[in-house]
Structure formats: structure tokens, C-alpha cells
């Protein structure tokens, strides 16, 4: 299965439910619309744990935000402050990707194999899946 990459702590806002629409400076590929793909949270700068998958995700589409202004008053869908140093928003287009389910593991999985920058194909897990809204 292809593994999506999003650093702590959007990953957890994502499986959680709280975050519905993941913000990115490029639309969502058509061949991942409606296609269940691991969500391998990040660590980022800050995190002190190395990349493990805590469940799926699947969105719907994703959509173009057409000016600053929609993207504001859509965040209580995306959750990045205005004020983000690094998600908010900037010169480059960006575009909101739809969630549409979510699946959160009971405990976190670690992974092997060479992770992508974004998209991981063919992503293993080193142990069994075990699957639950935990």
C-alpha cells in the first residue's frame, strides 16, 4: 500500500478527525482520489521519534483555494494559523485535499524500506496491522 508522509502534529490532527482538509501547495494526484493510503506521521524538526504509520486515510478530491481570504475562512477545516511560519499562506497556489475516512491504529507501526518525500509505494510494515479507532 502507498504511504502518505505528514509531519507531527498535523498526522494527529488528521487521524483524529479534528483536521479534515490536508493543505498543500499542489493538488492531490487523481490515481490517490478514494485510494486508502497509510498515514506515516513525521516526525518534523521537532519530533524525537522516527517515521511510523498510525493508521489510513482516504480523501475524496482536493480542491484549488482561489485567494488568501477563502483559505482563512476555511480554517476550521485545515487548522494552519495565519500565522504558521511554514504552512500558512505564501505566493505559491495552494490546495486543500479532502479527507473523507480515516482509520486510527491502536499503536503506532514502524515501517522498512526507503520512505519517499511525500508518497511512499509499497510501504511494509514490520508488524501485523492492528486496526481500531483507539
Known amino acids: 500500500m ?3 508522509n505528514v509531519q507531527a502534529p498535523w498526522s494527529s490532527l488528521l487521524i483524529d ?3 479534515t482538509v490536508e493543505t498543500r501547495s499542489y493538488h492531490l494526484p487523481l490515481k490517490y ?3 486508502e493510503l497509510y498515514l506515516v506521521e513525521t516526525p518534523g524538526k521537532l519530533g524525537k521519534f522516527k517515521a511510523r504509520v498510525i493508521g489510513t486515510i482516504t480523501f475524496s478530491h482536493s480542491f484549488k483555494y482561489p485567494n488568501k481570504t477563502d483559505w482563512i475562512n476555511d480554517h476550521n477545516r485545515h487548522l494552519v494559523s495565519q500565522n504558521d511560519p511554514f504552512y500558512s499562506w505564501n505566493d505559491k497556489p495552494k490546495y486543500g485535499w479532502v479527507v473523507c475516512s ?3 491504529f491502536d499503536e503506532p ?3 522498512s524500506g526507503k520512505r519517499g518525500i511525500i508518497f511512499t509505494n509499497n510501504l511494509k510494515l514490520l508488524e501485523n496491522a492492528n486496526h481500531g479507532n483507539g
Open 2 to 4: 502507498t504511504g502518505l
Open 109 to 111: 507501526l514502524d515501517i
Open 17 to 19: 478527525g479534528l483536521k
Open 33 to 35: 482520489e478514494g485510494v
Open 102 to 104: 480515516v482509520e486510527k
